[in-house]
């Protein structure tokens, strides 16, 4: 089992940066993947990002790379995705999961665990 706990969503202007932070527990030995998706009201659940347990392998949507990045902690069993020039268009409701074992990085429905979202609203 492992539990989630995302922080760190808010009210931002177009251009803005805001880093998202996802908090792990239950699951101590820290071997499970970890990603970030996204869910705009009236639309399905969106992949962002995404990092493998090891070797820490990051992935993207292409929609978000080049602006996004993701990264983790190991010894805080954190997660973080750093969000620049945002747009509006990035407006969502963002969610933090991890998933043990294979690795299916875009998938939302392989990954078990999810936090409960965090709100982030980007203004034009």
């Known amino acids: 089992q492992v539990q989630l706990v995302e922080s760190g969503g808010g009210l931002v202007q177009a251009g803005d940066s805001l880093k998202l932070s996802c908090a792990a527990s239950g699951r101590t030995s820290g071997d499970f993947h970890m990603g970030w998706f996204r869910q705009a009201p009236g639309k399905d659940r969106q992949f962002v990002a995404a990092?493998?347990?090891?070797?820490?392998?990051?992935y993207y949507a292409s929609s978000v790379k080049g602006r996004f990045t993701i990264s983790r902690d190991y010894a805080k069993s954190t997660a973080s995705l750093q969000m620049n020039s945002l747009k509006p268009e990035d407006t969502a409701v963002y969610y933090c999961?991890?998933?043990?074992?294979?690795?299916?990085?875009?998938?939302?429905?392989?990954?078990?665990?999810w936090g409960q979202g965090t709100q982030v609203t980007v203004s034009s």
């Open positions: 999961a991890a998933r043990v074992g294979n690795f299916y990085v875009a998938d939302p429905t392989r990954y078990p665990y």
């Open positions: 990092i493998s347990w090891n070797p820490g392998s990051t």
